[in-house]
């Protein structure tokens, strides 16, 4: 059965589906992982007159197109195009829709590297960033100027997790002629359709729940009918082409990616109304809390909350910081999130923020939820908190 019959079914038995085509590859399951450069064209008609369906490595195969129509569908978008990480997918993103002398808006909440990106290469190829307080909604019109040809958003907030008005924002943008792009890689489409929602390019990091094993890079950027045109070029023109390996592993993720979302969400949603009634802790900050400013606009516009949040610890010295989380059992301590294991990592994000002062008296920590028993996760955190408080007194 072609993917046009299953339209009528949940996103979860599509996902089961898009992308793979079993007759056409003897009957197995999987579309396999096809390697290459070269492509023989059969005759001098097929490599004159384009017939050809694939023409040579860097413009795409059989495993990537997979994956790129599974994620048009998902996203409900015009196309997809894979690069090989996160970060690559926001360059691309950015690239496709930017040119010298324009001026960008960019929330004070944004992943660490896309604001090194803006501020360093950016900035050198003539495009001037202004970052936003990711609370502002509709006041960012006040922001725009003659030459303002983008908004790049992320919701919730990388590190803090501040919720934005995308349909808001995204409807003055289009009123002044802007693209809007947005880093989805929090929600991913299954929480936040994005292109239903008003954002004409959106990126997620592959890295994380599409693998949901810590085992891969990679980016996706998908576009509706108005960005897809120029995405394509600009990703054409660059060969970013992702590996096929990862591809693959990406595709294996996806047809769990419903049922992992939906668990680490839930788990991450105890955990974080545990922290709550913790004395060590000062404040959970996590969307799906009713407590949560972001709470509002989340409940209106996302389908339900992933795996990663933040908290803030009671004012205490960085020795108590350490003593928690160097003696953690279960939880690692690394960068990326999004696969099967627990992780917390310390942050500060008050040094480099530009539009926003982000208030704090105690360390943040953010936190990923894994697929570890919740009773496990909590003692781990239990210990780790009467480490830090010891070291505070
Ligand atoms: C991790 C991450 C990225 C970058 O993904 P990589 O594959 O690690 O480059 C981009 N945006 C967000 C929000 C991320 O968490």
């Given at each position: 059965m072609s993917q046009s019959d299953k339209s009528r079914f949940d996103i979860s038995t599509r996902l089961v589906y898009a992308g793979r085509e079993p007759s056409n590859q003897y009957g197995f399951v999987n579309t396999p992982i096809y390697r290459g450069s070269t492509v023989l064209y059969k005759t001098m008609d097929d490599l004159v007159h384009g017939?050809?369906?694939?023409?040579?490595?860097t413009h795409g195969t059989p495993t990537i197109d997979s994956l790129t129509s599974a994620w048009t569908e998902l996203s409900n978008a015009a196309g997809t195009v894979l690069v090989p990480s996160g970060l690559a997918a926001i360059a691309v993103a950015l690239m496709s829709c930017l040119k010298a002398g324009d001026h960008l808006l960019v929330t004070d909440s944004v992943y660490r590297p896309t604001r090194h990106y803006c501020d360093g290469f950016l900035k050198r190829f003539g495009v001037e960033t202004t970052y936003y307080d990711p609370l502002i909604g509709k006041d960012i019109?006040?922001?725009?100027?003659?030459?303002?040809?983008a908004v790049f958003t992320e919701a919730?907030?990388?590190?803090?997790?501040e919720v934005q008005d995308i349909p808001a924002i995204a409807e003055i943008a289009h009123r002044h002629g802007a693209t809007v792009l947005m880093d989805n890689t929090w929600a991913t489409p299954l929480f936040f359709p994005p292109h239903d929602n008003g954002v004409d390019i959106a990126i997620e990091a592959g890295t994380k729940y599409l693998s949901g094993a810590s085992d891969l890079l990679l980016g996706m950027v998908s576009a509706n009918e108005r960005s897809w045109k120029d995405l394509h070029d600009t990703w054409d023109s660059m060969a970013l082409c992702a590996g096929p390996e990862d591809v693959f592993l990406g595709l294996r993720g996806l047809r769990t990616m419903p049922l992992r979302l939906k668990e680490q969400g839930a788990r991450a949603l105890e955990l974080a109304r545990w922290l709550e009634k913790?004395?060590?802790?000062?404040r959970v900050i996590h969307p799906g809390l009713e407590s949560d400013p972001g709470h509002a606009i989340w409940k209106r516009d996302f389908k339900g909350s992933s795996g990663l949040f933040a908290i803030e610890l009671q004012p205490g010295p960085i020795s108590g910081v350490a003593a928690m989380l160097d003696n953690l059992e279960l939880f690692g301590m690394g960068y990326s999130w999004g696969g099967f294991e627990s992780l917390v990592i310390p942050f500060d994000?008050?040094?480099?923020?530009?539009?926003t002062t982000w208030q704090a008296e105690g360390p943040m920590l953010r936190i990923q939820v894994g697929l570890e028993s919740l009773d496990d996760l909590k003692s781990d955190l239990d210990a780790g908190l009467k480490r830090f408080a010891q070291h505070s007194r």
């Amino acid at each position: 059965m072609s993917q046009s019959d299953k339209s009528r079914f949940d996103i979860s038995t599509r996902l089961v589906y898009a992308g793979r085509e079993p007759s056409n590859q003897y009957g197995f399951v999987n579309t396999p992982i096809y390697r290459g450069s070269t492509v023989l064209y059969k005759t001098m008609d097929d490599l004159v007159h384009g017939k050809a369906k694939y023409t040579y490595g860097t413009h795409g195969t059989p495993t990537i197109d997979s994956l790129t129509s599974a994620w048009t569908e998902l996203s409900n978008a015009a196309g997809t195009v894979l690069v090989p990480s996160g970060l690559a997918a926001i360059a691309v993103a950015l690239m496709s829709c930017l040119k010298a002398g324009d001026h960008l808006l960019v929330t004070d909440s944004v992943y660490r590297p896309t604001r090194h990106y803006c501020d360093g290469f950016l900035k050198r190829f003539g495009v001037e960033t202004t970052y936003y307080d990711p609370l502002i909604g509709k006041d960012i019109e006040k922001l725009f100027k003659p030459n303002t040809t983008a908004v790049f958003t992320e919701a919730p907030g990388s590190q803090t997790f501040e919720v934005q008005d995308i349909p808001a924002i995204a409807e003055i943008a289009h009123r002044h002629g802007a693209t809007v792009l947005m880093d989805n890689t929090w929600a991913t489409p299954l929480f936040f359709p994005p292109h239903d929602n008003g954002v004409d390019i959106a990126i997620e990091a592959g890295t994380k729940y599409l693998s949901g094993a810590s085992d891969l890079l990679l980016g996706m950027v998908s576009a509706n009918e108005r960005s897809w045109k120029d995405l394509h070029d600009t990703w054409d023109s660059m060969a970013l082409c992702a590996g096929p390996e990862d591809v693959f592993l990406g595709l294996r993720g996806l047809r769990t990616m419903p049922l992992r979302l939906k668990e680490q969400g839930a788990r991450a949603l105890e955990l974080a109304r545990w922290l709550e009634k913790r004395p060590e802790v000062a404040r959970v900050i996590h969307p799906g809390l009713e407590s949560d400013p972001g709470h509002a606009i989340w409940k209106r516009d996302f389908k339900g909350s992933s795996g990663l949040f933040a908290i803030e610890l009671q004012p205490g010295p960085i020795s108590g910081v350490a003593a928690m989380l160097d003696n953690l059992e279960l939880f690692g301590m690394g960068y990326s999130w999004g696969g099967f294991e627990s992780l917390v990592i310390p942050f500060d994000c008050s040094s480099y923020r530009t539009a926003t002062t982000w208030q704090a008296e105690g360390p943040m920590l953010r936190i990923q939820v894994g697929l570890e028993s919740l009773d496990d996760l909590k003692s781990d955190l239990d210990a780790g908190l009467k480490r830090f408080a010891q070291h505070s007194r």
